[in-house]
């Protein structure tokens, strides 16, 4: 359930950008791309914390108190009466999700054991494409007959299902109690990615080399480097950083942030050019993008399967080239008119990067880690991805609205060169991997 609640609200929230960007935000794109990228900043931002509030505590408690603070971010989401209302709402479901996730994968992985990590988190892939695949048939129908608030209002009853689920069930203690949280660094963590952020969205507007936008990236980057500065090895540092003596976690992460950067922005560009540039409605064109999940939840478990037996580098070298090299093609040859030539390939080939790439960086963040630092190493990884997913949406955005003229051909275009680049750049560093199983 964590994985299918995860792959819901990630995937269906690109197909209500849309709707809010004309009917709730007056038009600006560049104000309603923050209700997606919010998700992605406070997510970053409290999974390192969340990581080690999962070593702190035990997995088990840790989940289910995030599913309770997912179900009041959905009804706030779902009754927001301003788009700062929403974008804090979903702030809020980024939030819950932040604690959800370490957790989840904890427990999947805890009853998994040992030797079997990919595999067991390739399954926890596989119910996170499910739901991504079957949330843009339900969700654009709804929002075609309704509005965006469908979104969230569904996902209510499945908050409420899971809390059902886990009534009257002895949830056992568990985990490091010199563990202590600290709040500052999360505060200095959320600060530092906003202000890295914001200028990329904003940058139609600020210009790319103005000082405006050099100061806001110098901040940001200053208040990360205090953050790594105030990391230790201690119990209660939010970034654990024995981690990062290991070379496969080190490129893990690397990978992690242009992997994200890539799956992200290609659920964007992908969207906005077949609704902006073929004028699709948002129900023919959610029904295409199923085909990313929907080839996602075929391969995930195997793809977890091969990593186990055969090494890391075997599934995800293959997988991040077939990914690269399709988007590479669908932007080299898509035109101005409709044609599904080289643009279901690329949707196929999105699905295979996803399953190959998605869960074995996890796995990859799991394997060789005490299980006292699970938590740890797991929410390292998935905050990377959260950066470059948030990085990965304003890229595009930026692009579109900064290449020629304004909702042109040329810049839509333009924004489908985002996943080849960065999938090369997650394909270079897979290269010096460790290839152990």
């Known amino acids: 359930m964590a994985g299918f609640i995860g792959g819901w609200d990630a995937s269906a929230s690109f197909f209500v950008f849309p709707d809010i960007r004309d009917n709730f935000a007056g038009g600006d794109a560049a104000a309603a791309s923050w209700v997606l990228t919010v998700t992605n900043i406070v997510g970053a931002a409290l999974l390192l914390q969340s990581g080690r509030l999962t070593d702190k505590s035990g997995p088990h408690r840790l989940y289910k108190f995030g599913v309770q603070i997912f179900v009041l971010g959905v009804v706030l989401s779902t009754i927001a009466p301003s788009l700062w209302f929403l974008i804090i709402a979903r702030g809020l479901s980024a939030a819950s999700q932040a604690l959800m996730g370490p957790a989840a994968i904890a427990l999947v992985i805890k009853y998994s054991g040992r030797g079997h990590e990919s595999e067991a988190v390739g399954r926890w892939g596989f119910y996170t494409a499910v739901a991504g695949a079957i949330s843009p048939l339900i969700v654009t129908q709804l929002i075609s007959t309704f509005t965006w608030r469908s979104l969230f209002a569904l996902q209510v009853p499945i908050g409420l299902f899971v809390l059902y689920c ?25 600060s530092g990615l906003t202000l890295i952020i914001l200028p990329i969205v904003k940058a139609d507007n600020w210009g790319i ?66 609704t902006e540039i073929w004028d699709y409605g948002i129900v023919k064109a959610g029904l295409i993008l199923t085909i990313m999940p929907g080839s996602m939840s075929l391969f995930s478990i195997t793809s977890g399967r091969m990593s186990d037996n055969y090494g890391f580098r075997w599934v995800i070298i293959p997988g991040i080239l077939v990914y690269s090299s399709l988007f590479f093609f669908l932007w080299l040859w898509v035109g101005p008119n409709e044609s599904m030539t080289f643009l279901i390939p690329a949707l196929v080939g999105s699905g295979i990067g996803m399953a190959t790439v998605w869960p074995t960086l996890t796995a990859i963040g799991a394997s060789g880690t005490e299980e006292s630092l699970l938590g740890s190493a797991t929410s390292v990884i998935h905050t990377i991805q959260r950066v470059g997913g948030a990085l990965g949406i304003a890229v595009v955005l930026a692009i579109v609205g900064s290449v020629g003229e304004v909702g042109s051909y040329e810049a839509f275009r333009a924004g489908l060169l985002v996943m080849p680049m960065a999938g090369a750049i997650t394909l270079i560093s897979a290269l010096f991997l460790d290839n152990r199983s």
């Not at 009257?168 to 200095?188: E, F, Q, R, T």
Request: aromatic residues 10%.
């Open 209 to 274: 080399t103005s000082l405006k936008t050099l100061s806001f990236f110098v901040a940001g980057l200053l208040l990360l480097v205090l953050l790594v500065k105030n990391s230790s090895e201690s119990p209660s540092s939010p970034l654990q950083l024995q981690l990062f003596k290991n070379r496969n976690f080190v490129c893990a992460s690397i990978m992690s942030l242009f992997a994200g950067i890539a799956f992200y922005a290609h659920w964007m560009s992908v969207l906005l050019y077949m």
């Open 166 to 190: 886990l009534s009257g069930v002895d949830l056992p203690k568990g985990g490091d109690s010199s563990v202590s949280i600290k709040p500052l660094d999360s505060i200095i963590t959320i």
